[in-house]
């Protein structure tokens, strides 16, 4: 009835059955064949993005994913930091203007794809774009996680602006050399100024 979720805590969270949306979003009773077929729609490495429902006293996490925009995720890049460097947000999903989305999880699990150009309603979240990815989303996708490791590197808070900026300083320069020590410090400098000439 339920499946067990790695989420960078102490304990496994749990998803149950019945807290996500069936495949073209039903709302009915959980059945026996729902159980049988639960490995059709999420089986072991999948990736998921779901919202915490409840803590329970001994740490475990219990999650859901009732609402469209959580679910199975498909093309991307994962990246994994520590959680003390994600921002507490309103809401942890940005479309960047560059052309590529963003999930900053609270769990220093950070998810980068390509942004979809339509919302697909319908299909609620259990079926995996495996389209290929084009050449120039898959290098704002790598460019981007090379700033998010730059920052993490150089101990700058992860946001939609600061991945932002820091995304524009590094345009300069090439995808890879972005991980050169003497790069990063310079970008990522870059990324404070603009931050404190914001505020």
């Known amino acids: ?10 304990l496994d969270s749990v998803l ?10 039903e709302l009915r009773r959980r059945s026996a064949e729902d159980e049988l077929a639960m ?12 919202e915490v429902q409840s ?8 999650l ?17 930091v520590s959680p003390s460097f994600v921002k507490r947000q309103k809401t942890h999903f940005h479309d960047l203007p560059c052309g590529a989305s963003v999930i900053l999880g609270n769990n220093g699990f950070i998810w980068i794809y390509p942004t979809p150009e339509q919302k697909d309603e319908e299909t609620g979240s259990f079926t995996t774009n ?10 704002v996708i790598s460019r981007l996680r090379n700033c998010i490791v730059a920052l993490v590197t150089q101990k700058l808070m992860l946001f939609d602006t600061s991945i932002l900026y820091c995304y524009e300083a590094s345009l300069p320069h090439q ?4 991980l ?20």
């Not at 009835?1 to 989420?7: F, G, I």
């Not at 959580?70 to 890049?77: E, F, I, S, T």
């Not at 050169?180 to 505020?199: A, C, G």
């Open 64 to 80: 859901h994913t009732r609402s469209l925009k959580y679910g199975k995720l498909g093309q991307g890049v994962l990246v994994q």
């Open 180 to 199: 050169k020590p003497e790069v990063m410090e310079e970008i990522v400098m870059e990324t404070r100024q603009r931050l404190l000439d914001l505020e």
């Open 1 to 10: 009835k339920r499946w067990k979720v790695e989420t960078n805590s102490r």
């Open 130 to 139: 495996l389209e290929p990815v084009p050449l120039s989303d898959r290098e």
């Open 55 to 62: 803590v329970f006293s001994d740490g475990a996490i219990s």
């Open 16 to 25: 149950l059955l019945s807290s996500m949306n069936l495949p073209g979003g």
């Open 175 to 178: 995808i890879k050399d972005i």
């Open 39 to 50: 490995r059709d729609y999420l089986q072991e490495g999948d990736l998921i993005s779901a």
